[in-house]
C-alpha cells in the first residue's frame, strides 16, 4: 500500500502514524482522523478504511460523500461531517477483542476470531476481515492499535458508513 507520508517510517504508535499519514497530499482519511484523534486522552484503536492507497481510498470517500450531498473538502472542514466519520471507526480500547465492542458514536460491533486453516485467528469487524496493522507498537497497550479493512471490496465500502 502506498501512502506519501509513509514512505520513509511507519510511526511508533497510533497518533504518530496518523501524523505521518495526514502529510499524503490525496489522502483525506488521514487528514480528517488525524484531526479528530486529537481530542481524544486515553487508548484509540482505529479501523481504517481499506485502500490500495491514498488515491483510490479518497475515489471511494468522494462518490460516497458525494452520493449524500457532499465534496471531499467537507471532510476535513466540516466538523461534524469529520467527527462523524472518525467516530464510526474508533473505539476507545488499546487493542480489539473478541466481544462486542461499541465505536465512539455509540454502535455496536461484533468482533469475532474464526480461525483459519492453519489454526491462525482471522479478525473480523461485523463479518469484514480485519488485520492489525501494527501489531509490534511498543506503545501499544498504553497508545491503541490500529486495524484496517483487508480482502477484495468486491462492491464493498470499504469503510464505515457514516451517513447513512
Known amino acids: 500500500m502506498w501512502q506519501a507520508g509513509l514512505d520513509l517510517q511507519p510511526g511508533q504508535n497510533l497518533r504518530h502514524y496518523l ?7 490525496e489522502d483525506i482519511a488521514c487528514k480528517a482522523f488525524h484531526a479528530e484523534a486529537g481530542r481524544y486522552d486515553g487508548p484509540l484503536t482505529l479501523v ?7 488515491r483510490e481510498l479518497t475515489a471511494r ?8 450531498g457532499y465534496q471531499p473538502a467537507d471532510l476535513y472542514q466540516n466538523a461534524e461531517l469529520r467527527r462523524r466519520f472518525f467516530e464510526a471507526h474508533a473505539f476507545t480500547e488499546a487493542d480489539l477483542s ?6 465512539l ?10 480461525k483459519d486453516a492453519r489454526g ?3 479478525m473480523r469487524l461485523d463479518g469484514e476481515f480485519i488485520y492489525n496493522y501494527f501489531a509490534a507498537w511498543p506503545e501499544r497497550q498504553q497508545q491503541g492499535s490500529l486495524y484496517m479493512f483487508g480482502g477484495p ?6 469503510f464505515v458508513a457514516f451517513l447513512d
Not at 48 to 54: R, V, Y
Open 19 to 25: 501524523e505521518l499519514c495526514r502529510r499524503g497530499r
Open 48 to 54: 481504517f478504511p481499506n485502500s490500495t492507497g491514498d
Open 61 to 68: 470517500l468522494t462518490a460516497y460523500l458525494v452520493q449524500h
Open 98 to 103: 473478541p466481544v462486542t465492542l461499541r465505536t
Open 105 to 114: 458514536d455509540g454502535q455496536p460491533h461484533e468482533i469475532t476470531c474464526p
Open 120 to 122: 491462525v485467528c482471522e
Open 153 to 158: 471490496l468486491n462492491g464493498r465500502l470499504g
